[in-house]
């Protein structure tokens, strides 16, 4: 059980273009999912806290216009990253949140972002 | 705030011997301590938790960490290291009253050599 997902595995853009990718709670209900970068031989970076219904929480010196969240039902949160550019180039990791699970956070598998 | 140290960058351990990656942790709070393993271009796996009991919590794969709050220190272990341990490993602490976000450490790389 406790199963996150994440669409797609990895990607490969253009600068300028957009790119959604999705997380996805496949066995449970998460009010909350988290939205983390990666960067190389580095730690997680928490970018926002997204919560279902309602707008996201950025940390500080997250770009809320650059990485739009969506968290639209229980099971999916999106993120996209408008206007893409190779310092976005990155590891993306999503965790959901499980309230049965005593707000354990499960994390997705990931998603590399790659931009030209 | 709340932080965690990891203060090995990397830790290299012949196979079959014991394994040891250290965390120390600041909280103003109960801590809820985690481990999570990565291997490459992979996303976290959980190994282990402290949230409260035993302070030694047995976890996955054959790992367990001692929570020592006296020096505030959460370090994992395994008495007998395999080739395929190597990985990345972090340590994270829950802020409860910061809606449950997870504080990462830095990270060690563990690589055992046959």
């Known amino acids: 059980g406790a199963v996150v997902s994440q669409h797609p595995s990895w990607v490969i853009c253009k600068s300028g273009t957009s790119v959604k990718i999705e997380c996805r709670s496949l066995?449970?209900?998460?009010?909350?999912m988290f939205w983390y970068r990666q960067f190389p031989k580095q730690s997680l970076m928490l970018m926002a806290t997204s919560n279902e219904g309602s707008k996201a929480t950025y940390e500080q010196g997250v770009e809320k216009d650059k990485f739009l969240i969506n968290h639209a039902s229980l099971t999916l949160s999106t993120l996209t990253v408008t206007s893409a550019h190779p310092e976005d180039s990155s590891f993306y990791i999503c965790?959901?949140?499980?309230?049965?699970?005593?707000?354990?956070?499960?994390f997705g598998p990931g998603t590399r972002l790659t931009v030209l | 705030a709340q932080s965690v140290a990891q203060p090995e960058d990397q830790v290299n351990v012949a196979e079959g011997n014991p394994l040891t990656v250290k965390c120390t942790y600041s909280?103003?709070?109960?801590?809820?301590l985690f481990w999570y393993v990565q291997y490459p271009n992979r996303g976290l796996q959980f190994l282990l938790k402290?949230?409260?009991?035993?302070?030694l919590v047995k976890g996955s794969y054959g790992f367990e960490a001692e929570f020592n709050k006296s020096q505030t220190s959460f370090h994992l272990k395994k008495p007998s290291a395999l080739v395929s341990d190597s990985a990345l490993y972090f340590c994270?602490?829950?802020?409860?009253?910061?809606?449950?976000?997870?504080?990462f450490g830095g990270g060690t790389r563990v690589l055992v050599k046959p």
């Open positions: 994270a602490v829950r802020d409860i009253a910061a809606g449950n976000k997870l504080t």
């Open positions: 066995d449970f209900q998460a009010t909350t």
């Open positions: 965790s959901a949140q499980s309230v049965s699970s005593y707000n354990e956070q499960f």
């Open positions: 909280v103003s709070g109960n801590p809820y």
């Open positions: 402290y949230i409260t009991g035993d302070n």
